[in-house]
């Protein structure tokens, strides 16, 4: 099973307004990721992030790797319809692709 | 480049049969990975192969099993399906183990009735 926790499992906010999501674990990763899923679609990744403390933005999105390793937080700035679907973090190994996932934080954004 | 290619994108099955899916990596990618994903349990892991190799294999029992071919194609078989393999199937894709960050197919969804 999971290994991750992840939250808040769903948000509904407004066009325009930002979004923050983070996933904790009782073990240390080193790596964490982000991946968004749109319907009927496999993950597609945002950010990956290498190093404790890290901090990476990929445009609208910012993730940080937590000094602990043992979790991450994703923001969404300034919201847009087309940033809905569900948020995955996933924390990985270096030397196996055997990566754990949190359960999804699903987005609606209303216009 | 082509993506990840995973065929077929739908399958219904009967409980007891078994069912084959295909996944062809990016070009030049030679580690696939297969997870599983459901509603209740999320996105789970059940195993990597690279060359032609099994490397890793999540807590799945035998009836889950896969291959790889020497083109990095690859397939993972489900022997006497159960309703609880209803989910969706997806394959991922990296250059080699280790390289996490890996690129994801489309997904099989896989129905047992």
């Known amino acids: 099973g999971q290994q991750l926790n992840q939250s808040p499992q769903s948000m509904f906010i407004q066009e325009g307004e930002d979004v923050s999501m983070n996933c904790t674990s009782s073990?240390?990763?080193?790596?964490w990721l982000w991946y968004k899923q749109d319907p009927g679609e496999g993950p597609v990744l945002l950010i990956a992030?290498?190093?404790?403390?890290e901090l990476t933005s990929n445009g609208r999105l910012t993730a940080q790797f937590g000094i602990t390793r043992k979790d991450s937080f994703l923001n969404i700035s300034a919201s847009i319809p087309s940033d809905v679907g569900i948020y995955f973090c996933?924390?990985?190994?270096?030397?196996?692709?055997?990566?754990?996932f949190g359960a999804g934080t699903r987005l609606t954004v209303k216009p | 480049k082509a993506g990840v290619t995973q065929t077929p994108r739908y399958l219904i099955k009967t409980r007891g049969q078994q069912v084959t899916l295909s996944c062809s990596p990016i070009s030049g990618h030679r580690s696939v990975s297969w997870y599983q994903q459901t509603p209740g349990q999320g996105l789970q892991f059940l195993f990597e192969?690279?060359?032609?190799?099994?490397?890793n294999k999540g807590n799945f029992p035998g009836r889950f099993s896969g291959r790889q071919f020497s083109n990095s194609r690859s397939e993972m078989n489900v022997s006497t399906l159960e309703l609880g393999d209803s989910a969706l199937y997806l394959c991922?894709?990296?250059?080699?183990?280790?390289?996490?960050?890996?690129?994801f197919g489309s997904g099989t969804r896989l129905t047992v009735v």
């Open positions: 192969y690279f060359s032609e190799t099994q490397r």
């Open positions: 073990s240390i990763f080193n790596t």
């Open positions: 996933a924390g990985g190994q270096y030397n196996n692709n055997d990566m754990r």
């Open positions: 991922a894709s990296s250059l080699a183990p280790g390289e996490v960050g890996y690129t």
């Open positions: 992030l290498y190093k404790a403390g």
